[in-house]
């Protein structure tokens, strides 16, 4: 999947436009920011916080309710909650206190996007109400085909061969220190590990205000690596090929169907008339479909197995 499919060069333009302006605010208020008690930061708010899972998994319970609980027993107003992903994209674009993540349900999870559940989430000023999530139109109106592509382009080799810059903004050496403050990576200092010490605080108005800041605005990861994550290389050969050389596949033994295995099953799919089974042991089986014609042990007999490792 190539990137110019997930943005094209408008959007490209919007995005490299939105970064330069975004980054001469951010930077401002770095190098401006003057407060004996707190230091300086480049973010207000967080990209990875309990609002943003709320905001985006809306449709879902447990979520549908903890929203609820948050808004005092109701919904939010139908214009702040999660219409589609072009309004969110435009709103991340526009707004600087808006740095949210994605969450992983993008990548695996379809029902996010609908209103299974048919919840009354109000009227929007437009008159018309929320209901699913609006897709762009590469989707296709398809929340399977949104996910199938997102997932693809996470798994490509674009994505692949710079995510080690990732890792070094939110779990490395870029995290901290001089290395953050020239990525312009600094948040503000409560969603860090050990920032306050808790444990030792006796104001406890104080100590209940911190705790409630750390909980639902937003926690750094701990730091996890010092030095810059190497770039990730060619995929390592595994011992059992059957992905990259299919050919090698050869049959080893014949089982007599009256053989049962207790192998847990790692895959289950049909080609053509034949069933293929992948066990616990990366021993691929075929169980080949016998017709009423050739037997009479009614229509879920199988023959027996042919065996290849």
Known sequence: ISTSHLLSGTCQSQLVHWMQNALRVFEDRYLNFCDPDIPSFYYGSHYSSMGIVLYYLLRLEPFTALHRNLQGGKFDHADRLFQSIESTYRNCL???????????EFFYMPEFLENLNSYHFGVKQDGEPLGHVGLPPWAKGSPEEFIHINREALESEYVSSNLHHWIDLIFGYKQRGKPAVEAANIFYYLTYEGAVD????????????????????????IQIF??????????????????????????????????SSSSSVLFIGLLDSNIVLMGEELILSVKLWLTTQLQSGGNFTFSGSLVSS
Request: aromatic content about 4%; hydrophobic content about 35%; charged content about 20%.
């Open 94 to 104: 526009s707004n600087t206190s808006d740095v949210k993540e994605l969450t992983p």
């Open 198 to 221: 808790l444990e030792n605080m006796d104001d406890m108005l104080q100590k209940s205000a911190i705790e409630d800041q750390i909980a639902n605005f937003g926690q750094t990861p």
């Open 226 to 259: 010092r030095k810059k994550h190497p770039r990730r290389g060619p995929p390592i050969p595994i011992a059992h090929p059957l992905y990259f050389a299919p050919q090698s596949i050869t049959v080893t033994s014949v089982v007599p169907s009256a053989i």
